[in-house]
């Protein structure tokens, strides 16, 4: 009879000490939502998520593998260049800049400020592929919007391609294959007779393709 009181005794201690410490430690594992309350238990979630994701690109060069082995549809023609250049200084000079190296008021007052192009270093990686993917997703977080929806998959290209010239623009020569005279380092049109200026083979990598 004494026995059977004493284990009574413990077991409603036991139990009582399970049902104080019980509801604290899920109050603490999930740092402030209420048990059970899986909408917000979802919402702190995402917010770690999204913060995981911005951090990671703030973070510096990475690569987006699943991107690196698209094929480039459009190729590198003076008339694409061209294109490519129109389509360029009307969307995005504003803040990359007209030759490219992100020295704009408004490119340089954003955090991060615009990508430079003329530097060879590309944070989001530096195949075609890649370079398609941020201009066509953008860069979350950042000032760097989508463009998926305003331009078309051809001109994403084209300006892929005319980008991707910044990078020599003071060593390539554009010529009018008509007027020899005129040349310019970016993609352009003759001033005498509207032609679309050829490059010049600067080196190999300058190479037209
Ligand atoms: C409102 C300003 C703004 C405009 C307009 C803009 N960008 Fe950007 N862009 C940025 C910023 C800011 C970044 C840097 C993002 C980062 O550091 O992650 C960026 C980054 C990029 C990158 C990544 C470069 C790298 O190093 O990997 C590419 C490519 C790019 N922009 C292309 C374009 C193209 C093409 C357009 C026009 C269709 C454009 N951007 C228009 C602000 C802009």
């Not at 592929?129 to 860069?139: A, K, L, N, R």
């Amino acid at each position: 009879m004494k026995k059977t009181k004493i284990l009574l005794v413990m077991i409603a201690c036991l139990a009582g000490g399970i049902f104080i410490l019980l509801p604290q430690r899920i109050l603490l594992a999930n740092n402030s939502c209420g048990e059970g309350d899986t909408a917000c238990m979802q919402k702190m979630h995402e917010h770690t998520h999204d913060e995981m994701e911005h951090s990671e690109h703030m973070k510096g060069m990475h690569q987006h593998k699943e991107f690196q082995g698209m094929k480039k549809p459009v190729r590198k023609t003076p008339k694409s260049l061209y294109d490519g250049r129109q389509l360029y200084e009307k969307n995005c000079a504003s803040c990359h800049g007209k030759i490219g190296n992100g020295d704009t008021p408004a490119g340089k007052a954003l955090n991060p400020p615009a990508a430079d192009f003329t530097d060879n270093v590309w944070k989001h990686g530096r195949t075609d592929g890649e370079i398609f993917h941020v201009i066509s997703e953008g860069v979350p977080g950042t000032g760097m919007t989508a463009w998926k929806n305003t331009l078309t998959e051809e001109e994403r290209w084209k300006i892929v391609n005319y980008i991707q010239c910044f990078q020599e623009m003071d060593k390539a020569i554009y010529q009018c294959p008509m007027h020899p005279e005129v040349k310019s380092n970016l993609p352009d049109r003759c001033t005498k007779c509207g032609m679309f200026l050829k490059k010049q083979r600067t080196d190999d990598r300058g190479q037209m393709e």
